[in-house]
């Protein structure tokens, strides 16, 4: 037996109790309390032990998709949340593990979803099996699924309660290798309600068949139009269109599932009959002699005849008339229009019941298991019931009677089961049992089924009475026998009671309320009369198919034949079989619907309503008697397992001991000894609230370990990670080390004899290198330029490298616009200290002195003779001297006597100079007075320009930290006086001198002979 404890119970507060069982209040008003709060939140499922009461939804729900199917298989059902799945797979287990047929049993009112949860159930022991993809066993999975569509449409119709109600009980056996895998299976069906083939209250419909045909689209061979309404079987409703079916695709679908299944060429056979029934609802009948009806138009009896292969002569007799043999002579008697309209509706009725049990025939034998098969392998079994609920409507007749009988039979076998269940459960626990109050209802399933004295057994004499027996005079023979019975009631035996007519009404108290019945038509459909000229004329079809469906025509009309037996007796019969016979020897499951409201809203919770389908349904009956003595059980290494984490002598691990040592250290630390008891392998707890409390201290304490688990998995994870970066690291560092090696090595063998090399490698091609080493070898390649300017520079001594540091500067200045500067001969900076130069060095360095002492510069940069002009053209011996803050203009002809204060450096913005290897220089000013000069070398032929560039350039890169501005060109652009002026160079026989050229140019005459003997 399964738990009964629901995994529901940590749904949270917020959505009420998962399971009934666990209400801590028992009552009618608790529990309609929590199962409105659970609809209201979208929980369409609650628990009663293992019993799930299911609230229609009325919407879509996402929750039977793949996910949630894997969320379920193989799980109890109480470790997940409330789920039809958790039923189903219950029940698969079961089977499975314990090679034990089981059932599921689905019963609720007509609305409720029964339908859908027997699909949903078929759909996930669907998901669950072939995992091994064997195509037989896809093939009986897909005809099990399949079958359902052509089911629907031949036994469901449109009901004032249920836009897809089944009209007919069904039980499906599905038969199941060792493995575990559908085999095959088996279906029967109870109970058509055939009379809606030829009646329909308003606002209802026909069975789906009629309007899938009238939609197809394929009438012309079916001789029909597409309107409903013409016809008057499908007309009386006056609702023919219905927004949430589409007939037309539910007719291919249909068609194709036909196909699937094997039905060939007989599918079109069935679709006949349901045109045929068509035309019979527009036969009429006139009168043409006493008692002696005629078919006022052929045309309808023509279609008929044809779409059902009969002979027409022979078919207006049977509507017409009826053979029959007395004493061995046969006569004919004709009807009246009232028989002949009554022999027309059961014709259809006959026709369309014997039909429809033909379709699950051949359903049967697409999916039968053979019996060799059977008795050579394991074979196990879970059913599926999808019955009729109970019903109660304004006018109840033999139909509900019916069905209301069946539930008191499935109610019956309900209690007796759990019943029997908690006590096998207690003994083998070895806890006392304790009797419990319930409402046995066998008293009312014995009003009904016991023999002689039984509703049915009356109804039976009544039918079998010779001569005219009436349905009042049924009535009368019931007020007879049971007027003493406590649980039925008519006006005879109740004369005060208003509600009831006398002649007409009785009422049965049934377990789930008071139902009043309506006595008329009850003799007539228990007789279930059809003609034995209709069962002869059918079986003479032209029509294979239909000429099986009706062997009982081969006999002769003067043959004795037994009495037939009536639509209660094999009623009851197939009832007790289904229970005594078949449910009660397999092990339970039970799906409860409740339909919430009228309207199929899915937001309406109709309280009343609800709670009258919760009482007729037992549920709370059910939960007293799974609640009679201990609410809650469970095995005790689960229950340790469970909540293990609440002492700490069971947490992490308990080895000290059997599980059942454990479970008592567990209950005995939290002081919850008095509300418990311990069975052989299971602890039984008294109270919900106890289990409450377990499960409230088990949150607190699994968030508590969730940290915990939290911050070693992060520790963990940290330290994963930690020696992943090392690793890395250490990684990276060899592969670095390698690639180094390797790219070293190349380079060893590129530069091996660079010393000997023209340029020490400046040309050779370095080998490409990895990304990793870019910055590395950046660095190498400095190192070498580094090296190869020492080399360079090693042949020059010390003293002369700084003067070659400014050449350098110089070249990298003028390169490419003089070709001409100096850089041949060796460069001293002050030229009034060579002897060579300057005769008079004493008086120059004397003057210097003076500058120097009073001006405070540090070094003279530059300082040589020069030919200077001015504004005045006028042009004039001098020297220039050049420090690290001032240019000074000296005279040499009186002492080399400073001429004016110095010029700050600050006021130099630059330098031009020509192409030529003339020595012109102008040196520009900020304060629009610039010297222009050309430089004298005194008696040598030395060229000064560039030495003059390489060290103010220099200079200003040191001091500045930027470039000087140093342009070359023919012309000098300058301002002297404030005023520009340009000078240009011209060759002439003497000089170097300035003169003037034009309106603002001077011309620096620069002989021809100096620029033959002038050094580079």
């Not at 005219?468 to 039925?488: E, G, I, Q, R, Y």
């Not at 370990?705 to 992060?714: E, N, P, S």
């Not at 003037?996 to 033959?1012: D, R």
Request: net charge positive; aromatic share 10%.
């Amino acid at each position: 037996m399964m738990q009964t404890m629901a995994g529901a119970i940590h749904e949270g507060p917020e959505y009420g109790v998962g399971d009934f069982v666990l209400l801590e209040s028992l009552d009618i008003v608790s529990f309609m309390e929590n199962l409105q709060l659970r609809f209201s939140k979208g929980k369409i499922y609650t628990y009663i032990g293992e019993v799930v009461v299911s609230v229609n939804p009325y919407k879509p729900l996402d929750i039977f998709d793949k996910q949630h199917v894997d969320l379920y298989k193989g799980r109890e059902i109480y470790e997940r949340p409330p789920h039809i799945f958790a039923v189903a797979d219950a029940a698969y287990k079961a089977m499975k593990r314990r090679a034990k047929d089981t059932c599921i049993v689905i019963s609720g009112e007509s609305g409720a979803g029964k339908t859908e949860a027997s699909k949903i159930i078929m759909k996930y022991i669907a998901s669950v099996t072939n995992v091994g993809g064997q195509k037989e066993i896809e093939r009986v999975k897909n005809i099990l699924l399949q079958s359902n569509c052509i089911l629907e449409a031949f036994g469901n119709a449109k009901t004032n309660r249920n836009d897809n109600s089944s009209r007919f009980g069904k039980y499906m056996d599905i038969n199941f290798d060792f493995k575990g895998d559908p085999v095959g299976g088996h279906i029967n069906n109870y109970l058509l309600e055939k009379s809606r083939v030829v009646f329909q209250q308003n606002g209802e419909r026909n069975f789906h068949s009629f309007y899938q045909l009238l939609s197809s689209g394929n009438l012309s061979e079916y001789g029909l139009v597409g309107d409903p309404s013409s016809y008057f079987y499908t007309s009386q409703g006056d609702s023919a269109k219905v927004s949430s079916i589409d007939d037309r695709a539910d007719y291919k679908a249909v068609n194709d599932a036909m196909k699937v299944i094997g039905f060939g060429q007989h599918a079109s056979t069935f679709w006949k009959i349901v045109a045929a029934i068509l035309h019979l609802g527009t036969l009429e009948f006139e009168e043409v002699g006493v008692e002696q009806a005629k078919i006022k138009s052929s045309a309808p009896l023509n279609q008929v005849a044809s779409l059902l292969e009969l002979d027409v002569v022979e078919a207006e007799k049977a509507f017409c008339s009826r053979v029959v043999a007395t004493k061995g002579e046969v006569m004919e008697k004709g009807h009246t229009i009232e028989q002949a309209q009554f022999g027309r509706d059961a014709f259809a009725k006959a026709v369309y019941d014997r039909a429809f049990s033909w379709i699950v025939r051949f359903i049967n034998e697409a999916i039968e298991v053979p019996q060799e098969s059977k008795t050579k392998n394991r074979s196990t079994v879970i059913g599926v019931l999808d019955i009729y609920g109970f019903e109660i409507f304004n006018n109840n007749s033999f139909e509900q009677f019916c069905i209301n009988y069946c539930n008191e039979k499935l109610q019956q076998l309900f209690i007796d089961l759990v019943l029997k269940q908690e006590q096998e459960e207690y003994m083998r626990e070895g806890i006392a049992w304790q009797h419990i109050d319930y409402f046995n209802n066998k008293i009312i399933c014995d009003l009904v089924e016991a023999q002689h004295v039984g509703i049915l057994a009356i109804l039976d004499d009544a039918c079998h009475t010779a001569g005219k027996v009436t349905d009042p005079m049924f009535l009368d023979a019931m007020c007879n026998k049971l007027s003493t019975h406590k649980h039925f009631t008519s006006k005879k035996s109740n004369q005060s009671d208003k509600a009831l007519v006398l002649g007409k009404n009785f009422r049965i108290l049934h377990y789930a309320g008071d139902v009043t019945y309506n006595v008329a038509g009850f003799i007539e459909k228990n007789k279930d009369t059809l003609f034995q000229d209709f069962k002869r004329l059918l079986y003479g079809s032209q029509n294979e198919l239909l000429s099986r469906m009706w062997p009982e025509g081969a006999q002769s009309v003067n043959s004795i034949t037994k009495r037939p037996i009536t639509a209660g007796a094999d009623f009851k019969t197939s009832i007790i079989q289904l229970v005594e016979k078949n449910l009660s020897q397999k092990e339970p499951y039970y799906v409860r619907c409740i339909k919430p409201n009228e309207d199929k809203s899915p937001s309406s919770f109709n309280y009343e309503r609800c709670k009258h389908q919760v009482m007729y349904l037992g549920l709370l009956e059910n939960v007293r008697v799974r609640r009679a003595g201990f609410a809650f059980r469970m095995p005790y290494e689960r229950f340790l397992l469970r909540y293990k984490m609440l002492t700490k002598q069971t947490w992490p691990n308990f080895k000290r001991g059997s599980a059942q040592d454990g479970t008592k250290i567990i209950i005995k630390d939290l002081n919850l000894d008095n509300d418990v008891q311990y069975g052989i392998t299971k602890i039984f707890i008294r109270s919900p609230r106890t289990v409450f409390a377990l499960e409230n201290q088990r949150t607190v304490a699994l968030n508590n370990i969730a940290v915990f688990l939290q911050k070693m998995w992060k520790g963990t994870l940290a330290r994963k990670l930690y020696k992943k970066m090392c690793a890395v690291r250490r990684i990276i560092r060899c592969y670095r080390a390698f690639k180094l090696r390797s790219y070293m090595g190349k380079l060893l063998e590129t530069f091996r004899d660079v010393k000997n090399a023209p340029s020490f490698g400046k040309n050779i091609k370095w080998p490409t290198p990895p990304p990793v080493l870019g910055k590395l070898v950046q660095l190498l390649k400095n190192v070498h330029r580094r090296w190869r300017a020492f080399m360079i520079l090693k042949p020059y001594p010390a003293a002369e490298r700084p003067s070659l540091r400014l050449k350098v500067t110089a070249a990298d200045v003028l390169k490419g616009r003089r070709q001409q500067w100096g850089y041949g001969r060796k460069w001293e900076g002050n030229y009034l200290v060579n002897p060579d130069v300057n005769p008079r060095v004493m008086e120059a360095q004397h003057s210097l002195n003076i500058l120097k002492d009073r001006d405070n510069f540090k070094h003279v940069l530059f300082a040589a003779f020069v030919k200077k002009t001015n504004r005045h053209n006028n042009s004039a011996d001098r020297v220039i001297c050049i420090t690290d803050s001032f240019i000074y203009k000296m005279d040499p002809k009186k002492k080399f006597k400073d001429m004016s204060p110095g010029v700050s450096l600050d006021e130099v913005t630059g330098l031009t100079i020509s192409p030529g290897p003339d020595q012109l220089l102008c040196i520009h000013l900020r304060n629009g007075n610039d010297f222009v000069l050309c430089l004298l070398p005194g008696q040598q032929s030395f060229d000064f320009t560039g030495e003059v560039i390489g060290t103010l350039s220099r200079f200003w890169e040191i001091s500045r930290k930027s470039n000087l501005k140093v342009d070359v060109g023919k012309e000098v652009q300058c301002n002297l006086g404030q005023k520009p002026r340009v000078v240009s160079v011209q060759m002439a026989n003497k000089g170097p001198v300035f003169r003037k050229n034009g309106g603002n140019g001077i011309a620096l005459h620069w002989p021809e002979q100096q620029t033959q003997n002038g050094s580079s």
